[in-house]
């Protein structure tokens, strides 16, 4: 799983603002140039840059309580829309998804795994865990052989596409690797590559300014 995640942005204050009073998630740690919001069981921080840097993550949520959330979501902010549709099944994964930018730009998915739910009230325990995080890199193969070599399967195979949506990681937690200048889905952005820090298990992954992979 993707215990804890470090992405960059010049927009800190307006970040805050947003995971702490608009989506009322737990700050765990807040300073002037960094914070740090609870996802469930995951820990996503951003820290202060001078240059403007995006990125697109996925949080798990029930899949029971996914209605639940859209109306809740809607209430607080505008979803992302493809051809004419604000969410979309996906039936590889069994799941529902739904997006929407930050003050930052960040594409964030929301994703419900049909098959695992948690019944009660929508609380901000419904925010699982990061589900996806993605690393957008010029070195797509090298990068994908360096994951694999750690133990990190990819799913459906073992060669990396350079020009696709790699997805390695299993059950419902994965890394998207991409290349960049591919257009998000639910997005008008296009993939850029900006460094970012994630712990997978007890293994610490450092990607740099220029998408190559430090361990």
Not at 36 to 48: A, Q
Not at 69 to 86: P, S, V
Not at 137 to 153: K, R, Y
Not at 185 to 204: A, Q
Request: proline fraction near 5%.
């Amino acid at each position: 799983m993707i215990k804890s995640a470090t992405l960059y942005t010049n927009n800190i204050k307006a970040l805050r603002r947003f995971y702490g009073n608009v989506l009322e998630l737990d700050l765990t740690d807040s300073a002037p140039e960094h914070f740090t919001v609870r996802f469930g069981e995951s820990h996503l921080t951003f820290k202060h840059t001078e240059q403007p840097a995006f990125y697109h993550f996925a949080i798990n949520i029930p899949g029971n309580q996914f209605s639940m959330m859209k109306y809740w979501i809607t209430d607080r902010l505008t979803l992302n829309r493809e051809e004419g549709r604000d969410e979309v099944y996906f039936p590889s994964f069994d799941a529902d998804s739904m997006y929407f930018e930050d003050p930052a730009g960040n594409i964030v998915e929301l994703i419900g795994r049909r098959k695992r739910d948690l019944f009660g009230d929508l609380t901000k325990e419904s925010f699982l865990n990061i589900s996806e995080m993605s690393i957008t890199t010029p070195h797509v193969v090298e990068v994908g052989d360096q994951l694999q070599d750690l133990g990190i399967p990819l799913r459906n195979g073992t060669e990396v596409e350079p020009n696709e949506l790699n997805f390695l990681g299993r059950g419902d937690t994965f890394m998207v690797l991409v290349p960049p200048g591919r257009r998000w889905y639910f997005s008008k952005k296009i993939s850029e590559t900006f460094p970012l820090e994630m712990t997978w298990n007890d293994e610490v992954i450092k990607l740099d300014g220029e998408g190559k992979l430090e361990l």
